[in-house]
């Protein structure tokens, strides 16, 4: 219950309601093996307000540049460059590195607004996303297309991370010292795990603008989700006032919730391929799971649903391929949809041989790997091979209606 939660999150209670938020009364945090969960007392009625953050408490870009601002020498045309990302990672890790260093180095320089926020979040060690994983954790994701998104997405962060670096650096030497890798690492997960579209926060809301950034919502983000769990995400004014600084973001469940029970969020329809990257946990059986496939050196990014859609767009592809290979030669319809369906079956039978390799690896895995890593890559691969078996089931429907066309017309087809 609420008096037996951990200090630092009495004091996230304290902060967040002196500036101006709120939690519903019935609601509590408990420490969990991903961080915290919130729970409910008592039974909440379906409308309620769970929780309620003024923009004014949000991590924006803005709010991350105006502080580097103020505590970088000369970052005026450097900073202007910085993605969303690199401003508020950079803003992220900048608690820890002034708490750290010596105060003296910092000077009478503004201190970051967000450390009760940072402190309820989930330590390090908890965070499970590839950015965490050991050497021999990525290994295993070899075989599937986790595995270069993985390292393509280590690799952009790493970049990031050093160009952040070099602009500390030119400040404080120490300062630099502090701002690791692996804080950088850990403030971009919070942001991926977290975030929500600066787009929410205006007076008229939308969840697709391009021009959005990622935006941290202190208290509204500590619901862990539930795919298809009834809620809204609302856009209040808090004193009537007609400025955008007096706007609050809250979350509205939009059903009972149980005495008991943990009160959920919705972080929309993903995949366990989205989910693991961004997230660091994937969901067994998750409808969302797709399989992507891209032909020999083509740049077109399939994606196969449980349901297989997508199936059809990769037989166009192929078919394209081969008349373009079959140049001048005429080609009977049935005669091009078999040779089709034989290559996509072909591609399908490599693929999903490196599904079964990778998965035979990750249930006998060697070297340093978590038991709940590997869990959420068995789950991962087990969709995999889900759709895999969708699509291969699906060119053999369609090969049995290609020969029964060549028949129609008389042909009987010999393999
Ligand atoms: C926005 S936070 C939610 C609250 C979080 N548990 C915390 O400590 O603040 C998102 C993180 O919570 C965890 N999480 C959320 N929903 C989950 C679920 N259904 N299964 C497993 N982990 C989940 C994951 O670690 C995810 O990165």
Same mark, same amino acid.
Request: charged letters at 25%.
């Given at each position: ?31 969990? &093996? ?46 202007? &460059? ?271 041989? &490196? ?61």
């Amino acid at each position: 219950m609420a008096s037996n939660e951990p200090a630092s999150v009495r004091a996230f209670r304290e902060w967040f309601s002196a500036n101006g938020g709120s939690i519903h009364e019935d609601a509590y945090f408990e420490r969990e &093996k991903s961080g915290m969960g919130v729970y409910a007392k008592k039974g909440i009625s379906n409308g309620q307000t769970i929780v309620s953050c003024p923009i004014s408490l949000a991590v924006t870009d803005q709010v991350a540049r105006d502080y580097l601002v103020a505590v970088l020498s000369d970052p005026h045309q450097l900073l202007e &460059k910085w993605s969303s990302r690199e401003l508020i990672c950079s803003y992220i890790v900048m608690h820890w590195v002034s708490q750290e260093v010596n105060p003296e180095e910092n000077g009478s320089r503004p201190k970051p607004l967000h450390g009760p926020y940072l402190e309820i979040l989930p330590p390090a060690p908890n965070l499970k996303t590839p950015l965490q994983f050991t050497d021999a954790e990525i290994d295993l994701l070899k075989g599937t297309n986790l595995h270069g998104a993985a390292l393509d997405r280590i690799e952009e962060r790493s970049k990031e991370w050093k160009r952040c670096l070099s602009l500390i650096r030119e400040t404080s030497q120490k300062w630099a010292d502090a701002f690791t890798w692996e804080r950088y690492k850990t403030a971009a997960t919070y942001l991926s795990s977290r975030a929500f579209p600066s787009s929410l926060l205006s007076s008229s809301p939308s969840l697709s603008d391009p021009n959005s950034t990622p935006v941290l919502l202190p208290g509204v983000d500590s619901l862990n989700h539930s795919r298809g769990q009834p809620v809204s995400w609302v856009v209040s004014n808090l004193s009537n006032a007609p400025t955008e600084e007096r706007l609050a973001i809250s979350l509205v469940s939009r059903a009972d919730i149980h005495p008991n029970s943990e009160i959920l969020n919705n972080y929309g329809l993903k995949s366990n391929a989205e989910l693991i990257l961004g997230y660091g946990f994937a969901l067994p059986k998750n409808p969302e799971d797709t399989l992507v496939l891209k032909l020999g050196s083509s740049s077109v990014r399939h994606e196969i649903t449980r349901s297989g859609d997508g199936i059809e767009e990769v037989c166009q592809e192929l078919a394209l391929v081969l008349k373009q290979q079959l140049a001048e030669e005429s080609i009977e319809d049935w005669d091009l949809d078999l040779e089709v369906l034989d290559r996509f079956k072909e591609m399908m039978e490599v693929v999903s041989s &490196k599904l079964y390799h990778a998965g035979a690896r990750v249930e006998e895995p060697e070297g340093d790997v978590q038991a709940d890593v590997r869990q959420m890559m068995l789950t991962y691969i087990a969709g995999q091979l889900d759709v895999s078996k969708v699509i291969l089931q699906s060119l053999d429907e369609r090969w049995q209606k290609a020969l029964q066309v060549a028949e129609e017309q008389g042909v009987e087809v010999e393999f």
